[in-house]
């Protein structure tokens, strides 16, 4: 089992930023490769960015591209998501996600992610 937690949503203007993090506990935090997904009102949940067990490796999104970062620090075990110039269309429930491997869906669906966290709301305002 892994218990994630995401911390860190707002109310921000547009082009003001904040940072998520996401932090876990259970299974060995390290061992998980970590993704972030965010769900706007009457949409589908997508995929923003994933991080690789070392942290070496990041994916993202071609609407975050250049304004969001992923990080990731084991030592808390904890992920962070840095949103830069934020757009009104960045508005949702960001959620991060843990994959252990078991999955051989795509690393951008939900389909690969095994645990969740309850989500944290980010309102950006034009």
């Known amino acids: 089992q892994v218990q994630l937690v995401e911390n860190g949503g707002g109310l921000v203007q547009a082009g003001g930023s904040l940072r998520l993090s996401c932090t876990a506990s259970g299974r060995t935090f390290s061992n998980c490769a970590m993704g972030w997904f965010r769900q706007a009102p009457g949409k589908e949940r997508e995929f923003v960015g994933r991080?690789?067990?070392?942290?070496?490796?990041?994916y993202y999104a071609d609407s975050v591209k250049g304004r969001f970062t992923i990080s990731r620090d084991n030592a808390k075990n904890t992920v962070y998501l840095q949103m830069n110039s934020l757009k009104p269309e960045d508005t949702a429930v960001y959620y991060c996600?843990?994959?252990?491997?078991?999955?051989?869906?795509?690393?951008?669906?939900?389909?690969?992610?095994?645990?969740w966290g309850q989500g944290t709301q980010v309102t950006v305002s034009s």
């Open positions: 996600a843990a994959d252990l491997g078991s999955s051989g869906s795509g690393l951008y669906g939900k389909d690969r992610y095994d645990y």
């Open positions: 991080i690789s067990r070392s942290g070496g490796i990041t």
